[in-house]
């Protein structure tokens, strides 16, 4: 029993954390700037912050994750790291030719105070950018938010990059959020099929999910190019997806260069595709062809199929807002019963959405925002719950109370396949019903007496 120092008598902490469900916003805002084309992402703090974000990154996406860092010693730390970050660009650019820098701050540099827009000006004054090459930055301080609010920075910066011409180019803007290179693609693809041109920021697919060829590319062929950044200020629309990783960039291109924007929950599970699908299809004035309709009624069997495993099964979920809205939402069609919800990124409008969905069920409902994972074993030691669903942390409750754990969000540390196979889209909810199934199915097969043990479910 690795977590056996839980007790069941849940004690209201305010200034005390255990075992979190989250974790620091440079990883975001790294894992954001991934999704740009030519990018080297530069942390700009001390090498321990940039080796913890570079291996948190690494290890859920099996991929080598290169980046910079101003390497602060207590020099910088005592006077500023500008001089450190000068030297970084020019170095950078010199050794590494990326198209794009994309420097995030720390803890650390937000304390002395440091001025990203100050030292770009005048590492470009000093001729350190060259020609056709770009520097954004965004601000991460660690101590506010999470890794989710660092991803929100880091594509709000890219949204600024935005050179409205005064010319619609009938593109929509896709944002994402936080959500697998697969993912990313699955959009991407659901759009065309739709008949939609669509420009996606950030756009992780062909980065971290790139094949393996035998020759090494420091910057492979996938990311958002920086010419289509700037031309995000023409689209006809934005789509926006989750209120904490998207809207704030969406809501800029808004009120700055007059692209109206729609802020949609991300289409995990069948009401929010349909939503997605419904705004993608009025923004751009097209049609939704037959095959949508063929994969959506696809799912809608499954679920019809399978309903009976599904039905009055009680969950316990972690992981971040905008992904858990969608989820608890897609659980509760499926008449399942999210009873448990955590999320360490702050925010009270994420319960309040949460009780919204839950709300007239026939179970209660505990979500806490910027809670952790002591306070979900907690809960579920209470009065347990038939699965867990969240990253790889969950392993420990899971095997200490003997539940099925369906790995999914950021970060899983100890499987594979989640940045190949998408979640989002009618596709993905098909794939999230089959991992949900095989666990029960599992869990029945092993626990039935030999008179209910069944060969045909
Ligand atoms: S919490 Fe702050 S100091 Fe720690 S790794 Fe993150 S940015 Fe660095």
Same mark, same amino acid.
């Given at each position: 029993?690795?977590?056996?120092?839980?007790?069941?008598?849940?004690?209201?902490?305010?200034?005390?954390?255990?075992?979190?469900?989250?974790?620091?916003?440079?990883?975001?805002?790294?894992?954001?700037?991934?999704?740009?084309?030519?990018?080297?992402?530069?942390?700009?703090?001390?090498?321990?912050?940039?080796?913890?974000?570079?291996?948190?990154?690494?290890?859920?996406?099996?991929?080598?994750? !290169?980046?910079?860092?101003?390497?602060?010693?207590?020099?910088?730390?005592?006077? &500023?790291?500008?001089?450190?970050?000068?030297?970084?660009?020019?170095?950078?650019?010199?050794?590494?030719?990326?198209?794009?820098?994309?420097?995030?701050?720390?803890?650390?540099?937000?304390?002395?105070?440091?001025?990203?827009?100050?030292?770009?000006?005048?590492?470009?004054?000093?001729?350190?950018?060259?020609?056709?090459?770009?520097?954004?930055?965004?601000?991460?301080?660690?101590?506010?938010?999470?890794?989710?609010?660092?991803?929100?920075?880091?594509?709000?910066?890219?949204?600024?990059?935005?050179?409205?011409?005064?010319?619609?180019?009938?593109?929509?803007?896709?944002?994402?959020?936080?959500?697998?290179?697969?993912?990313?693609?699955?959009?991407?693809?659901?759009?065309?099929?739709?008949?939609?041109?669509?420009?996606?920021?950030?756009?992780?697919?062909?980065?971290?999910?790139?094949?393996?060829?035998?020759?090494?590319?420091?910057?492979?062929?996938?990311?958002?190019?920086?010419?289509?950044?700037?031309?995000?200020?023409?689209?006809?629309?934005?789509?926006?997806?989750?209120?904490?990783?998207?809207?704030?960039?969406?809501?800029?291109?808004?009120?700055?260069?007059?692209?109206?924007?729609?802020?949609?929950?991300?289409?995990?599970?069948?009401?929010?595709?349909?939503?997605?699908?419904?705004?993608?299809?009025?923004?751009?004035?097209?049609?939704?062809?037959?095959?949508?309709?063929?994969?959506?009624?696809?799912?809608?069997?499954?679920? !019809?199929?399978?309903?009976?495993?599904?039905?009055?099964?009680?969950?316990?979920?972690?992981?971040?807002?905008?992904?858990?809205?969608?989820?608890?939402?897609?659980?509760?069609?499926?008449?399942?019963?999210?009873?448990?919800?955590?999320? &360490?990124?702050?925010?009270?409008?994420?319960?309040?959405?949460?009780?919204?969905?839950?709300?007239?069920?026939?179970?209660?409902?505990?979500?806490?925002?910027?809670?952790?994972?002591?306070?979900?074993?907690?809960?579920?030691?209470?009065?347990?719950?038939?699965?867990?669903?969240?990253?790889?942390?969950?392993?420990?409750?899971?095997?200490?109370?003997?539940?099925?754990?369906?790995?999914?969000?950021?970060?899983?540390?100890?499987?594979?396949?989640?940045?190949?196979?998408?979640?989002?889209?009618?596709?993905?909810?098909?794939?999230?019903?089959?991992?949900?199934?095989?666990?029960?199915?599992?869990?029945?097969?092993?626990?039935?007496?030999?008179?209910?043990?069944?060969?045909?479910?």
């Amino acid at each position: 029993m690795l977590l056996r120092h839980t007790s069941k008598d849940v004690a209201d902490r305010k200034a005390l954390t255990i075992n979190p469900a989250k974790t620091c916003q440079p990883i975001g805002a790294m894992y954001a700037a991934l999704g740009i084309h030519g990018c080297l992402p530069h942390s700009h703090g001390s090498q321990g912050c940039c080796a913890y974000h570079r291996s948190a990154l690494t290890r859920h996406y099996k991929e080598p994750i !290169s980046a910079a860092t101003s390497s602060f010693t207590e020099g910088a730390s005592v006077f &500023g790291g500008q001089a450190n970050l000068l030297q970084a660009i020019n170095n950078i650019f010199t050794v590494y030719e990326p198209e794009v820098i994309a420097v995030h701050t720390t803890c650390l540099s937000e304390t002395i105070g440091d001025d990203l827009k100050q030292i770009f000006d005048k590492a470009k004054k000093e001729g350190k950018v060259p020609e056709g090459c770009t520097l954004i930055g965004a601000p991460t301080p660690s101590y506010v938010g999470s890794h989710v609010t660092g991803f929100s920075n880091m594509v709000k910066a890219m949204a600024q990059l935005a050179e409205p011409s005064g010319k619609k180019n009938g593109k929509v803007n896709i944002i994402p959020g936080w959500v697998e290179p697969a993912d990313m693609a699955e959009i991407k693809r659901l759009a065309a099929l739709v008949g939609v041109s669509v420009t996606m920021f950030p756009d992780t697919s062909g980065v971290l999910d790139a094949p393996l060829t035998g020759e090494y590319t420091m910057f492979p062929d996938g990311g958002v190019t920086i010419k289509e950044l700037k031309a995000s200020g023409d689209a006809i629309g934005t789509l926006a997806m989750g209120e904490w990783c998207s809207a704030d960039a969406a809501r800029w291109l808004d009120a700055k260069c007059k692209v109206p924007c729609t802020v949609l929950d991300m289409p995990f599970g069948l009401a929010a595709t349909d939503r997605f699908i419904d705004v993608l299809r009025t923004v751009a004035g097209v049609t939704v062809p037959d095959a949508v309709a063929v994969e959506r009624g696809q799912l809608v069997d499954l679920i !019809s199929d399978m309903h009976q495993y599904f039905y009055g099964k009680r969950v316990a979920l972690w992981g971040d807002p905008d992904q858990l809205i969608s989820m608890c939402e897609f659980l509760v069609s499926l008449d399942m019963q999210p009873v448990y919800v955590v999320t &360490g990124t702050p925010g009270k409008k994420f319960e309040a959405r949460i009780r919204e969905i839950c709300a007239g069920k026939p179970f209660e409902v505990k979500v806490k925002a910027k809670g952790d994972m002591f306070l979900m074993h907690q809960w579920i030691k209470n009065e347990p719950v038939d699965l867990l669903m969240g990253n790889t942390y969950g392993k420990y409750i899971a095997r200490d109370e003997d539940i099925p754990l369906l790995r999914w969000g950021f970060p899983i540390l100890d499987r594979q396949g989640h940045q190949y196979f998408p979640t989002v889209g009618y596709k993905g909810g098909l794939r999230l019903l089959e991992k949900m199934l095989d666990l029960f199915l599992d869990r029945k097969d092993r626990d039935d007496d030999e008179q209910t043990f069944e060969l045909v479910l």
